[in-house]
Nanobody, 123 residues
Framework: QVQLVESGGGLVQAGGSLRLTCAAS????????MGWFRQAPGKDRELVAA????????YYADSVKGRFTISRENAKNTVYLQMNSLKPDDTAVYYC????????????????WGQGTQVTVSS
């Protein structure tokens, strides 16, 4: 089992920034690729960004490219999502998730999930 706990969400004005943190415990963190997903009311959960086990490869959804940055510190069992130039459309509950070996764009292929943290961007 891998336990994931997100933090760092909140209310921010459009154009502002937030940094989300996901702290992992349990099995060896470096064995897992990590993803940040989000789910807005009435919408499907979508992958925002993902990072490989060693942090050498990343993926970003087109909607966040150039604004969001995913990173990880395996020594601290932590993955981050730096979110800049936030827009009202970024409002959602953000989840981190772990998948053994390699990341995937599919929510169904992730093994462990956090409880989520709310991000609200006001216009």
């Amino acid at each position: 089992q891998v336990q994931l706990v997100e933090s760092g969400g909140g209310l921010v004005q459009a154009g502002g920034s937030l940094r989300l943190t996901c702290a992992a415990s349990g099995r060896t963190f470096s064995n897992y690729a990590m993803g940040w997903f989000r789910q807005a009311p009435g919408k499907d959960r979508e992958l925002v960004a993902a990072i490989s086990r060693a942090g050498l490869s990343t993926y970003y959804a087109d909607s966040v490219k150039g604004r969001f940055t995913i990173s990880r510190e395996n020594a601290k069992n932590t993955v981050y999502l730096q979110m800049n130039s936030l827009k009202p459309d970024d409002t959602a509950v953000y989840y981190c998730a772990a998948r053994a070996l390699i990341y995937s764009r599919s929510t169904r292929e992730y093994d462990f999930w956090g409880q989520g943290t709310q991000v609200t961007v006001s216009s």
